[in-house]
């Protein structure tokens, strides 16, 4: 039976497609021409184009290369009949042709380059700076270099592909490479400026991956300059001297930039690669080469930590050799001396943050160097190890990644089994680095997005079944593990180093232990180690569970101001729930419970001082709500029905107390973890997050003064009071405006009930807002809830409580200027609520005055603020950084909007508010105080609210200045959203901020020009 044309066709399409043909109509006419009559039949010829990464690549660049090759000088036979009896040159050759484009293109413009591709021996297999410096040395000029670098990429590149170096052996190779070009460039550029040559000793010094024997495909090379004047010149000194090494400076500026644009200009003939020296001290802002004693004065004076990393790869490259190692020698020692600084690992931290929120958001998913998982994390992790123990440990001073890693292995620094799978992600993530790159020529780190590279990709990596699929999951399996080992590499060996499970296996010595925690700012390394033993150690479901939880919560509490005291309070929050089989499976199962714990532990004193007086309200921080305010009614509902349990006042008190514990504990952790921005609580403006606060807190002491009442009057008079009796908040209290550390400014009133007389009634008055005002300040080591009524009518020397008719003859006959300002912030806020309704109507006339308070009355309010200022700032404090009285201060804004609100409240019904915020926008929008001028004043308040705030959670206890005690300032400007080692620009914020907003004062409260 004969076949038809059409079934061969199919025939052949089909084997086509099973050696990975994408395109089997162009591949058999392709193969159907005369260039390749001698080769298209052998059997192994088409083995080996289906072998490559893109076989329609390879073959569409073997008959561009053949016809170019003919098109030069009419015979391709050579090449042919290589193909047919050389595998080694064949399999490079349609490697390389299925791999790479650009290489392809650089074949057909130079044909006879693919005899560079002939030689296998065995020197063949790892070259060196010398072999490369031999293949360029007879270069004669820029394009020529060009020319001869692809042409040794070429053989780099046919290794790589072929399998014949892996991938730590190209990045060396490519390595040596750029060394060799680079050297071939400098000396182009003094060929081209002898006298530039001669007045000058030039050394280039390799950085990055240059520096590390680990280059790509396309990157820039990393390089910083040292010059100094020749050796053996005139000697002088003084001037003379110094006119030497400008000279020297000028010629070896203009030798260094000539030999950057050889590299990086783009020709006919392509481009090499940039040459990048913005590591230089100063980055691109200083001068492009300096003398050795100006490196060494920058390093000492100026430098940062990520500097001090990047030098960790410096290596000599090119140029004056010895200058070259006389600048790596006086680096070093400081190199080695940077795990010693303030704040090491939260700097080299924070540098990786950055670079992760740098990329955008499209790209995230695709990097492969710089996202979550990437080559980048790997590096870090790997550099701060090196960093920390290899001031004590020679063996780790390596450059190279790779090296390093098994360097650290080795010493016990890091685990073996951790080590292999970080190193197995690392060459995965490079090699896919490389083959990405390969194929342009193209500096990316992005998986490409169309689905034909992608499977170019993937073949080129050994996958053939499903060659896509195949590479995202791998590529997903090694990227999740850099993730988890990233975040735990650091701290499991601490664990290791105390738990003593497993005998026999290399773990951190002590000292390598202690240097680990003091870099990860553990101030007390020693305590810090007993406290991993007493949690880790054992063979208890607990000790299992806390041995994977604490690695990574050894991470966050790092992040934090004060480590000591996070890992401190961890170990007494699971001692305390420790056989609660809730909690633990809660931090293990909810993640943003154990991080929400992390953050709070480690942020200050008043949030765990109150969990550890409640330790069960963890589970506050896995619930998804858990962290948000609840209403003022519901508050007062629980709080009263938790009095009425109680057998007794103080009893009842202290039941309301508890209450008041768990939501002050709600408020501050849902504060602080919002201020860390963490995923469980959006993150909010600072302006939003403070009304939160201050409504939380006011709601919550609210409804303790309800429950506090509620236990005064059921100690004598059981369910009902010879009198109405009703608690007005002022001044922070009335203004829904209280700080953690507020007392609550408070006025009793009262009201005879029928038949009661008006001295029974405010007898039992008294005795009431008495009884409350002791029962709230029973010892406890709660933070006390002080009751204030110094605000009363004549002070503390007036009644304690006033009926309303008392209070209303008061202010008719009596009441001065203060008083009505005192009351622009009154506000019912617990017991009768109709009474507090009416006292209300009884103070608008005198607080919102028709036609305002007066020229007199506006002149004691000036009197009276310029007296406070005068002597109710404590003694030494300093003015411009005291929070409440000091400049630009709490007060300054208040009175200021204030004396607003007594001019025109009455004819403006929108500044009849008690909150200091909404009175000064509203006073905005009426055009009373100008836009820029309520910013700066609301910017100000705000911010001066935040530190007190500050203040109280990281000390537990109030005050209006910023901490003296390193650690503590540290903590509040953590707080603020300050990083490690920036609490100098917070202070200058802050003063800034508060000399601006004291200037608007001065103009429209003091009326100065």
Known sequence: MSVTPEGRRGSRYGRLLRHGFTDPESATRLLDAATLATVRDDALFLDALGATADPDLALVGLVRLIEALEAVDKDAQPLLDTLLRAKPLRDRLLGVLGSSDALGDHLAAHPHDWEALVTYESADLNPGIAEFETALRDVGGPDALRVAYRRALLSIAARDVCGTSDVAQTAAELADLATATLRRALALAEAAAPEDAAACRLAVVAMGKAGGHELNYVSDVDVIF???????????????????????????????????????????????????????????????????????????????????????????????????????????????????????????????????????????????????????????????????????????????????????????????????????????????????????????????????????????????????????????????????????????????????????????????????????????????????????????????????????????????????????????????????????????????????LARVLSAGRFAPDLLLRAPEAVALLGDEHGLRPRSRVALTQETLAAVGRAEGAEAAVAAARGVRRRELFRTAAGDLIGAYGTEDVAQQEPAEALDRVGDALTDLNAATLAGALRAAVRQQWGDELPTRFAVIGVGRFGGHEMGYGSDADVLFVHEPRDGVSEHEAGKAAFAVATEMRRLLQLPTSDPPLLIDADLRPEGKSGALARSLSSYAAYYDRWSVVWESQALLRAEFVAGDAGLGERFVELIDPLRYPRGGPGEDAEREIRRLKARMEGERLPRGADPTTHAKLGRGGLTDVEWTVQLTQLRHAAELPALRTTRTRVALAAAREAGLIDADDAEVLDEAWVLASRVRNAVMLVRGRPGDTFPSESRELGAVGRYLGYEPGHVGEMLDDYRRVTRRARAVVDRLFYDAE
């Open 226 to 596: 040292v010059a100094e004047p020749p050796a053996g010149g005139a000697g002088g000194r003084g001037a003379d001297a110094a006119e030497d090494g400008e000279q020297a400076l000028k010629a070896a500026t203009r030798l260094a930039a000539h030999m950057m644009r050889i590299c990086s200009d783009t020709t006919a003939e392509g481009t090499i690669w940039p040459v990048d020296a913005n590591l230089r001290p100063e980055g691109r802002n200083g001068p492009l080469v300096r003398t050795l004693s100006s490196h060494l004065a920058y390093y000492q004076r100026w430098a940062k930590t990520w500097e001090f990393q990047a030098l960790l790869k410096a290596r000599p490259m090119a140029g004056d050799a010895q200058l070259g190692y006389e600048y790596v020698d006086a680096v070093t020692p400081m190199v080695w001396q940077a795990a010693e600084r303030d704040n090491f690992v939260t700097d080299v931290q924070q540098m990786r943050r950055r670079v992760v929120a740098s990329i955008p958001a499209a790209q995230l998913d695709r990097e492969l160097k710089l996202g979550p998982g990437g080559l980048r994390d790997v590096e870090f992790a790997v550099q701060l190890l090196q960093l920390v123990h290899g001031r004590s440990d020679t063996a780790l001073r390596s450059p190279t990644t790779l090296e390093a890693l098994d360097a650290l292995a080795a010493g016990g620094y890091v685990g073996r089994q951790d080590a292999a799978a970080l190193d197995a992600a690392y060459r995965f993530l490079r090699t896919m680095e490389h083959r990405i790159q390969l194929h342009q020529l193209r500096r990316t780190h992005l998986m490409p997005e169309s689905e034909a590279d992608q499977r170019r990709l993937g073949r080129s990596l050994g996958y053939r079944s499903e060659p896509v699929t195949e590479l995202h999951k791998a590529w997903r399996r090694h990227a999740a593990a850099v993730r988890r080992l990233h975040e735990k590499l650091f701290y499991r060996p601490l664990l290791d180093a105390v738990a003593q499970l497993e005998a026999g296996h290399e773990r951190l010595s002590p000292q390598a232990a202690r240097q680990r925690l003091e870099a990860l700012g553990y101030a007390d390394p020693a305590a810090a180690l007993r406290h991993l033993e007493a949690l880790a150690s054992g063979v208890t479901r607990k000790a299992a569970i806390q041995r994977t939880l604490l690695p990574v919560l050894l991470g966050w509490f790092a992040d934090s101001a004060d480590p000591d005291a996070g890992l401190l309070g961890f170990r007494k929050v699971s001692d305390a729930l420790g056989k609660s089989p809730w909690y633990l499976r809660l931090l293990r199962d909810e993640g943003a419970a154990a991080e929400n």
